[in-house]
Every structure is written in C-alpha cells, then in structure tokens.
C-alpha cells in the first residue's frame, strides 16, 4: 500500500546552512494561487430537517455534497466548526497522482483527476491545478521488480502508466543526478492542485445545485431517533436529518465518540519545506514532473520558480499527535500549524540535495508541519458503519486531495442507490473492530507513515502493533512453528517450519523461503491428513421466529435443512455479488453463519440493515471472538477423528455438507463436513478455550497416520486446485454471479425474491460479456497472484483474480476474467508477470476433482483424476 496522492511525493529545498524558521502561512495557504474565491457564510441552520448532514468542509465533505446535490439530491447540509479547509486540507501540498497499487483506488484516482480538470470550466472557480506528470524513481533492482509488477496490474486500467527508462527520465527532469537512477515509473496526467481553490470550487459547484454550506456551525452532540434517524445538535438549533456522514478529518474521533464509537485515527506531523527560487528552475521552459524517490522516501516538485520537497521520516523519528487521542483535539485548533523541526528530516533532505543538486545552493523560506490523519494501514474509512443506523463515514485521508473527488462520487452513487458502485472493501469502516485499540492504531500509524515508500510486495506483512487481543486459543502453542499472517486483527498461521528451512518472513516478487515448505504441506493434506487453525472466520448465530423468511430473502441459494450446510451468496439490487457465507440449520430455526475474516462486520452489517428494513423477528449474535475454529483434512481424516468419538463418522452416517453437534474427546463441537481443500475434512467449531485440548487430541490421535499442521498458502493451493472460487477475487460487488460460474449456488427458481433476483433474471436475458475462466500459466520462477494483464493478439484482454504454483500439475495456475468469445477451453492467451508475457491455455476446470466427486465416480466404476 504504498502512496496515493501525497504519499510518494515530490523532492523538496534545502540550504547548505541550517535553513531559516517558517514563517506563519496566510489564512489561504502557503501555495494558494490567485483566483480562489474568499470565503463568505454567516452562522445559520437555514432549516431543522435534512435528507443528509455532511459534518466537516474539508476537500472531502465539500466534495461529497457537491456531488449529492448535482445527482439530485434535496436537502444536503453540510456543516463546518470554523471555515472550509481549516483542519489538513488548507495546508496540504496538494499532490495529484493516477498511480496507486489497489485496483479499485485507481479508480478513484482516475475519476478526481477528471473531475478536476473541468472543475474550473464548470464553476467559474479557478483551482490552480498543474499536470506535468509524475515520475517514480528505481534506484535498486527490486524497485525495478517492483514498478514491473505494478505496470501489469495496470494493464486493464484506463489510466496512462509507463515504465522509463533512466535517459527518459532525464530528458523530463534534467535537474537530477543519474548515477543511481535504473528506471522510472511515469504517469503523464499527475501533478498538483492548490487544495484551498479546489475546496472553494467544490464549495461553488455544491451550491450552484442546491446544497447548503453553513459554518461556522460547530455540532455539539448527535442524537440517534428509534426510527433511524438523527438529531444533529448545534448552537444554532437541532436539524433532523435522514442520514449523516462524518467527514471531519481530525475530528471526526469527537464526532464518533458522540455516538460511542471508537474511530481508530491518529494525527501524524507531516512536514514539508519551499525554497526561495532556483535559477536552474526558472530557467526551465516547462514545468518538472513530480519526482518520487522511494528510497530517499521523499517527494519533491516544482512550486513556481522553487521546488517544494516533503519527506517520510521513519517510523522511529516520525511523530504522531498522541494528546489528540487521549485528551481531545484543542477546542480552537483549525488553521494552525505544529512547530517545524528540520533536524528530524535533515538525512531526507540530504538524499534530496545528493538527487537533486541544485538544491543544495536554494534556500528554505518555509516549512509547514501539520496534522494529517492516518488510520492504520494508512486507506481512509469510507461507507455506512455496522451497529449505528444511517450513520456514514469518510474519514481517516492521509491523501485526501487525490481521494476527495473519487470518494465524493463513490459515496454519493452509495447513498443514493443502495448499493456501492464497485467494490472497495479495503476502505471499508468496517474492517476494524474493538480490538483496534489506541496502542494498535498508533503503532500502526507509525509504522504505516514509516513504510510509506517501502517495497510493496505480494503477501506484504507489517508486524507493529502485533499480535492483538484477538489470538486464537491456539496462538501461544503455534507461534514460534509457523510464519503467522494478519487477517482482521486475528493471527493465523501462513506456512510451518522444518528443520533445515529458512524460517521468518522473507518477501519477494519470485518464489521464495515459503515455496517448498507449501508444497510439503500440499503434500501432507493430499496424502495423510493435515490440521489447520480457521479461528478467524467471522461466525454469526441467527435464530427467531422469522429466521428461515430472512435467509431465504437474503440469499440466492436454498436455506439448508436441520443438520445440512451449503454456500450461499448475498447479491446486490444489481445482481451483484456482495458476499458468501457457508450456512448451516443447526436446529429448527437456528443458524449459523460463517463468512471469512476480513468480512465479519462488513456482511454482519448488510443483514442488520435487511432485518431493520423488514421488521423481520430475529436475534442475530456475533460470536467470532468466542468460537475457535479448526480444520482437518486429507484422506485420514475421518479414521483419525473417529477414535476420538461415538458418533458415526462414516459416509453413510455423516455426509458431505452435514452438520452435527458431538463430542471429541469429551469436548463439545458443532462439526460440519466441509473443507476448502476439497479433501475429505470436517471444520470443528468450539469454545475457544478448548482449542489447545481439541487440538492435542486430534494430534495425539493421528500421530500413526502422520498428522501434521498445515496453514493457508497450502489451503489456498488445494482450493485453487478444485476450481473453488474465493469471494474478493473472483467475486465481489465487481462480479454477477453468472459470470463468476457460480450459477450452482443460484435457485432462480426458488418462490422466494431475494434481493438481486430480477436483476440476475435480466443479466441473464441480455447475455454475458466475460467470463471466468481457468488457466494453466508456462512460468519460471514466478507465479501469478491475481489482477496480472492476460494478453491475446498483442492487446489487453481482461485480468487475473487469483493465482498459484499447482504442486500436482507442477505449473502455475490461475483464474482469469476474459471475454465471452476467448472463454473456451484450448484457447491459448498469455499473463504478464514482472514484465514479461508467458503462455496461458484455459482448460477445463477443476485440475484436481474435489474427494466426494472422486468417491462418486469410484462407486461408478470410473477411474476419477486426482
């Protein structure tokens, strides 16, 4: 994750000697341009009810109300404490970028940059946006591994994106020294936007189409109403509204503790310097690019005839705000500045005067140390937040310019259509729980601000803040056998150790230190039986009189009969994938729902939202944190699992998707035959506190068949391998279910209408346009991990969604969104990894039949492939 808009920024101005204090900044900014209109509101409700309150007027909020009323939105009040912008927009510097790792954010990168290049034209408001592109420098080969690995992500995306090389890079920035430079990644529509007028043309743009902006107009308190609306308190009156939305930047933790929620933000000192002017640069006749050196961590562009340069110290010099956390943001802060301090950024400085030498005779006239806002894992908070009705976020933008306009949108289309326009579960509000605590989200923060330019590879782990409280019961035993990986708070084993293996987190763009220990454990499941540790997994228990009604209204598959499991998926209004959980009817009535880790509130708030929204009679329990979870598969599973049991575990007495309650080895377990190996296997579900005893037993039970642990790169191989889908790759509110190849999980014939039932009923009539599609990739040393650029005929076709080394076939194998006419099996395409295209083939999938279609074809008499 590393930066958007201001996160891999530009170099800036230092002097040979020590550099002169800032001065303070005028109201409108260090780098205001002139045109931007002064600001002009009196303090007024101007009325008591509203559709939607929008708290906070930075780039953000302003951007979202201007982007509800030109939809067509009635009654938009946005309400601001001080003045618009006071707060990080005012002082930020303003970087605009189309770059950034996550699939979906570029959209949003994409769509500001757009809107802001007709915002002027449209409102009449000058915005002082400059474009002459942005260059980031490889100065080592894995950052050039690195640039390659992100340019065939965006092979499938809109946005301009090249990669240069270093006589290139030296013909668009003449004023670099080259000696370290091996290639550059250069998006040609980046630059920078004054953030002050871009703000003010929202502002204009907002009321031209009918909203309000009123400030100053502090809100005191909210009041949630039993019918789901809000009272939003100020000193001027109450207003009633519909919805809100808190978009108010460093305070929006005062805004959520008004409602008692915890928003895991922290302000974090962000500095950057301006020089004086620079012959070298006035001389230029066209404005420089952008630089981002990622291994000097700093950003550095033109500011008129001066350069502008703002670096990222590391996560042991950096400082955060900690007081605002604790004590409350200072009631009168707005557009104040924190005390510079050069010293903590002079070794940034340097590797910018060794880059950039003419900066070495420039002098600093300013240096701007102010608040931004990072969440944990640096991505803003966007959307509706699960267990508070109406009540919307967006906040948490340590790259808020670039974001605002996309965002704006993005919330907007939300609001008023229901249902997101794409997906972004990673911006979701909801991927945070009570375990972020204050410790963890400063930790985080630190390391996240520290790590902005670092080296983003697959399967990147971060480790502050580490672990949390939410461990499984069987943390402590496994912790020093595995390498362990992060899922939504949780920590879960990714692979185990053997002597002889290199042990640790070692990433790489190639197959590395986990590549034989996975095939090992691939081995272990197929052949004997393996353990796996699923204590993550979101669980919810649904019971009530109306139970039954609300799932078969919520999902597009059958509700399951007492003692019976399936997979079933939510949809959209649009048909549109939102979620899958495995549902099991545990006793008339009685569900339990399980989903994956990373989607427990996110799914949990959906159903809440569909139980308030029909009245249905039902209690909904969240019981994630007190049910420990384990998997067991491989042939040996049933024989091993039986020795510790009564009940009768054979086929005929527990098949496939049943479920049941028994004991082993006298501890009580809901038990479903299910695996994602697509192996013989059952998860145990039970109070976590028996987890170790659970586990000691099943291990002690199988240690004549060879038990052994395995953990989910290996589960992740085995389920590719069956052809198993996995929602957030091959499908989520990006995918219909048709195209996915789910259409197995879809009872379009069941009397029920569930919720995107007319919508699929038309997809299907019109006829899809892609498909996915199974391929087997011709690779050396480098596997696919989904999003990868798949080729035909010279031309980008459609992308990866996951990927994996097959350790059956021995080759690289993927799932694959391409058209509907290059779908058929035998159809040769090619997928570019680091740069390079190898040959692909569709073949008809699954590569390895799941172990209940293999004892059925056996008992047929057929001889199934493995």
């Known amino acids: 994750l590393y930066s958007p808009g201001r996160r891999r920024a530009a170099v800036g101005s230092a002097a040979g000697r020590h550099p002169r204090p800032a001065r303070p900044l005028t109201p409108r900014g260090a780098l205001a341009r002139p045109g931007a209109a002064p600001q002009t509101s009196s303090p007024s409700l101007g009325k008591d009810r509203a559709d939607t309150v929008i708290i906070g007027g930075g780039c953000v909020g302003v951007s979202l109300a201007y982007h509800l009323a030109k939809a067509g939105l009635k009654d938009v009040v946005l309400l601001e404490k001080s003045e618009l912008t006071a707060g990080s927009t005012w002082h930020a510097a303003g970087l605009t970028t189309y770059f950034h790792p996550g699939i979906n954010l570029k959209k949003i990168h994409y769509y500001s940059i757009k809107l802001y290049e007709k915002l002027e034209e449209e409102t009449g408001q000058a915005v002082g946006f400059h474009q002459p592109g942005s260059i980031r420098i490889a100065s080592t080969p894995t950052r050039v591994d690195e640039f390659k690995y992100q340019m065939t992500r965006n092979g499938w995306h809109s946005t301009e994106q090249y990669l240069i090389t270093p006589e290139k890079v030296q013909e668009l920035f003449p004023l670099l020294k080259m000696d370290k430079v091996l290639a550059g990644l250069y998006n040609p529509g980046d630059g920078h936007i004054d953030p002050y007028s871009l703000t003010m043309a929202l502002a204009a743009g907002a009321r031209k189409y009918g909203a309000q902006i009123n400030y100053p107009v502090q809100v005191t308190n909210l009041k949630s109403r039993s019918d789901g609306t809000w009272e939003v308190e100020t000193p001027l009156g109450i207003i009633q509204a ?367 939202e569909e139980v308030t929204r029909g009245g249905y009679k039902v209690d909904i329990e969240n019981v994630t944190d007190e049910i420990g979870v384990l998997g067991v598969a491989g042939p040996y599973a049933r024989q091993i699992l039986q020795k510790l049991t009564r009940e009768d575990l054979s086929d005929g007495s527990f098949k496939f998707l049943q479920s049941k309650q028994l004991k082993l080895s006298d501890i009580a377990v809901t038990a479903i035959r299910i695996s994602y190996t697509g192996e013989l296997g059952w998860e145990l579900y039970h109070k976590k506190e028996d987890s170790v005893a659970l586990y000691s037993a099943i291990m002690e039970a199988g240690q004549k068949e060879g038990i052994d642990n395995f953990g989910t790169y290996a589960l992740n191989a085995l389920r590719l391998e069956k052809g198993f889908r996995a929602w957030g790759a091959e499908m989520n509110c990006d995918t219909n279910p048709w195209e996915a190849g789910l259409e197995y999980f879809v009872k379009l014939n069941k009397p029920a209408d569930f919720t995107g039932k007319q919508a699929l009923k038309q997809i299907k009539e019109k006829g899809l346009k892609r498909r996915l599609v199974y391929l087997t990739v011709d690779t050396d040393n480098v596997d696919p991990e989904g999003n990868e650029s798949v080729w035909h005929n010279g031309k980008v076709i459609g992308n990866t969604t996951s990927g994996t080394f097959s350790y059956s076939a021995q080759q690289s194998l993927a799932f694959a969104y391409v058209p509907t006419e290059l779908s058929k099996v035998g159809q040769k395409l090619e997928v570019e990894l680091l740069g390079k295209n190898y040959p692909a083939t569709i073949i008809q999938e699954p590569l390895v039949l799941t172990e209940p279609t293999r004892m059925r074809l056996q008992k047929k008499g057929e001889s199934p492939k493995i």
């Open 242 to 608: 519909k919805r809100i939305v808190n978009t108010a930047g460093f305070w929006a933790r005062e805004i959520g503790k008004m409602i008692g929620l915890q928003h895991p933000l922290i302000p974090v000192h962000h500095q950057y310097v301006v020089t004086s002017t620079i012959p070298e640069v006035k001389a230029l006749k066209t404005e420089l690019p952008v630089i981002r050196d990622l291994e000097g961590s700093y950003y550095l562009r033109q500011e008129r005839d001066g350069l502008l340069f703002g670096p990222y110290e590391s996560e042991e010099k950096m400082k955060l705000q900690d007081s605002w956390v604790t004590d409350g943001v200072p009631p009168g802060f707005g557009k104040e500045l924190f005390e510079s301090d050069l010293d903590r950024i002079m070794e940034h400085i340097e590797a910018a005067m060794e880059m950039v030498p003419v900066l070495k005779k420039a002098d600093i006239v300013n240096t701007i140390a102010g608040p931004i806002t990072y969440s944990p894992d640096i991505l803003p908070m966007v959307g509706p937040h699960q267990g508070v009705r109406n009540y919307w976020v967006a906040i948490g933008f340590g790259y808020g310019i670039i974001h605002a306009g996309g965002i704006g949108k993005y919330l907007s289309d939300w609001i008023l259509e229901g249902e997101p326009p794409f997906d972004l579960i990673e911006l979701d509000p909801n991927r945070y729980g009570k375990w972020t605590t204050t410790e963890y989200t400063a930790a985080k923060a630190r390391e996240s601000y520290g790590f902005n330019n670092i080296v983003g590879y697959p399967k990147e782990e971060r480790f502050a803040g580490r672990p949390t409280e939410r461990t499984s019961g069987l943390y402590d035993l496994l912790k020093s056998k595995c390498s362990m990986g992060f899922h939504a708070g949780w920590e879960q084993p990714h692979w185990f150790y053997k002597p002889g293996d290199e042990t640790g987190y070692k990433p790489s763009f190639r197959r590395t230190n986990w590549f034989d220990p996975v095939g090992r454990e691939y081995k272990q499941v197929m052949e004997k039986v393996g353990v796996i540790d699923l204590s993550p997994f979101g669980k919810f228990k649904v019971k009530g009189t109306d139970s039954v009604k609300l799932l078969d209204h919520l999902f597009a598959n059958v509700v399951p009969k007492v003692g019976s499991t399936n997979i079933s998926h939510m949809l959209t209004p649009r048909g549109k994938v939102y979620a899958e959980l495995t549902v099991s009817q545990l006793y008339p009535g009685e569900f339990m729902l399980i989903t994956g880790s990373g989607s427990e509130l996110h799914d949990l708030r959906w159903i809440e």
